[in-house]
């Protein structure tokens, strides 16, 4: 299995900039495509952002298109989530979360996941 750790989280005035970051342990990184998951006070879990095994592809929720980018440097076993023009919309937990299946792009194969870092955007 997989461990995840996210950092990285903080406050930030709307149209500010954080870059989250989840470091894992265990399995070899390059075996498992990665994704960034958020939830927001009295919602749902929803995907952000997800990236194949060797970063080649990638995939974002429309709300964060052109915004936020995912990167992963599979030498650091870390994944990376770059995001600017943070609106207040964006306050929420947000989550690292991993996938071993051959589908890098299936929303319920992230299985793994780490325990969630606080982004809250004021206005």
């Known amino acids: 299995q997989v461990q995840l750790v996210e950092s990285g989280g903080g406050l930030v005035q709307a149209g500010g900039s954080l870059r989250l970051s989840c470091a894992a342990s265990g399995r070899t990184f390059s075996d498992y495509a990665m994704g960034w998951f958020r939830q927001a006070p009295g919602k749902e879990r929803e995907f952000v952002a997800l990236?194949?095994?060797?970063?080649?592809?990638?995939y974002y929720a429309n709300s964060v298109k052109g915004r936020f980018t995912i990167s992963r440097d599979n030498a650091k076993n870390t994944v990376y989530l770059q995001m600017n023009s943070l609106k207040p919309e964006d306050t929420a937990v947000y989550y690292c979360a991993a996938s071993d299946d051959s589908k890098w792009y299936a929303l319920m194969g992230y299985e793994y996941w780490g325990q969630g870092t606080q982004v809250t955007v004021s206005s």
């Open positions: 990236i194949s095994w060797t970063g080649g592809n990638t």
